[in-house]
């Protein structure tokens, strides 16, 4: 397993291209949830996006099942849950975020298991 950067640096002109897309997409409450429009995170430079990342097959490995939708974003969606896939994506949600603590990164401030921001 690798970790994988799916997003680094966002300029703020991109945020706004995205947010506009997004809304358009899914509604300005949902985007909301997950575009933090007020602090713009990565446009500092210092915010990512990772997933978990197999290098055999060279695909991505799901931490949480789209179908969930966007709640299944933030941390602790699958804690409790006691099918085998829900503790399966809580245990590669902790693992993701116990390496990225461990390696001098913060939790983001909308609390999704994949988005980090490094020092201040």
């Not at 897309?21 to 602090?39: L, Q």
């Not at 299944?72 to 116990?98: H, N, P, V």
């Amino acid at each position: 397993m690798r970790l994988y950067i799916r997003e680094g640096c966002r300029p703020h002109a991109l945020y706004e291209l995205a947010f506009k897309k997004r809304t358009e997409k899914f509604g300005e409450k949902d985007t909301r949830r997950i575009m933090n429009m007020e602090d713009k995170p990565h446009a500092s430079g210092k915010s990512v996006d990772v997933v978990l990342w197999d290098p055999k097959t060279n695909q991505e490995i799901p931490a949480r099942k789209k179908e969930d939708g966007i709640p299944a974003m933030f941390i602790d969606f699958y804690k409790g849950k006691t099918d085998e896939e829900s503790r399966r994506y809580q245990e590669l949600q902790e693992f993701t975020i116990a390496t990225m603590l461990a390696n001098g990164f913060e939790i983001g401030k909308l609390r999704e298991y994949f988005h980090f921001n490094y020092g201040k």
